[in-house]
């Protein structure tokens, strides 16, 4: 059995036009490579149904769970619920167990445009988060969260049940050779290791490095005979420090 796979969906016009910066999938990169999930595709997508039927069909598809990002409120480009409910033919429909939170959390001051955040894709699952009202909606495999980063962040670490994959082994090289000076000895490493993924990134006025060479696999043995293997291969005299 493979590793649990991952898509990330972004859902919003201001990420498409640079008036706000997105932190989420980069969070969620962070987060699921924690957790072995292997992170297969990130799309960002505008703030129209029909796109977020089409891209969350088609993550659905293709990756074991799908999470989303943003378009999750009480305006008028708050669309998701509604593409989400669309990519599988579902209704929206007021979620009464939601409708209840959300009038014990706002009191007198809910109002006709907060509860519209109620109406949901049906049928629906809720994970709930400590201390927040909003929940994870979850339709099929598509887990729904909201672009707010301080709320994702929570609302993701409530799904670590479900977010379980198979630890990685990272080591990191790093050395003051060029990343041309490498190629040819990365090459070798991956061919006698072919159960571990290098990458090579290089740094451009950094004093400290000139390339960071990062060696990961589940099999942690393997990552640690590569990295063994990859320093043999390098100049001593420009290694900068090996972290396993």
Wanted: with cysteine; hydrophobic share 45%; aromatic share 4%.
């Amino acid at each position: 059995m493979g590793a649990l796979t991952a898509s990330c969906v972004v859902i919003g016009n201001e990420i498409l036009s640079g008036k706000v910066r997105d932190h989420n999938a980069h969070h969620l990169s962070v987060r699921l490579r924690q957790r072995g999930v292997d992170l297969q595709h990130i799309q960002v997508i505008p703030d129209v149904v029909d796109t977020i039927a089409h891209v969350v069909a088609q993550e659905s598809a293709r990756s074991d769970v799908v999470i989303t990002s943003g378009g999750v409120g009480p305006t008028h480009d708050d669309l998701t619920y509604r593409g989400v409910a669309a990519a599988f033919g579902y209704p929206v429909e007021r979620h009464p167990q939601l409708a209840a939170r959300m009038a014990s959390f706002y009191g007198d001051k809910l109002t006709p445009v907060r509860l519209r955040m109620a109406d949901i894709p049906s049928p629906a699952t809720l994970h709930d988060a400590p201390g927040l009202w909003v929940p994870v909606v979850q339709v099929h495999n598509v887990f729904v969260l909201p672009g707010i980063p301080a709320l994702f962040e929570r609302l993701l670490a409530a799904l670590d049940h479900i977010l379980v994959g198979v630890p990685i082994t990272l080591c990191s090289v790093y050395t003051q050779q060029h990343e041309e000076d490498l190629a040819t000895l990365l090459e070798a490493v991956v061919a006698r290791f072919p159960a571990v993924e290098l990458g090579s990134y290089p740094r451009i006025g950094d004093p400290d490095h000139k390339v960071r060479v990062t060696l990961e696999s589940r099999d942690g043995d393997a990552a640690r005979a590569a990295t063994a293997a990859l320093l043999d291969l390098l100049n001593p005299a420009l290694l900068v420090r090996v972290e396993r």
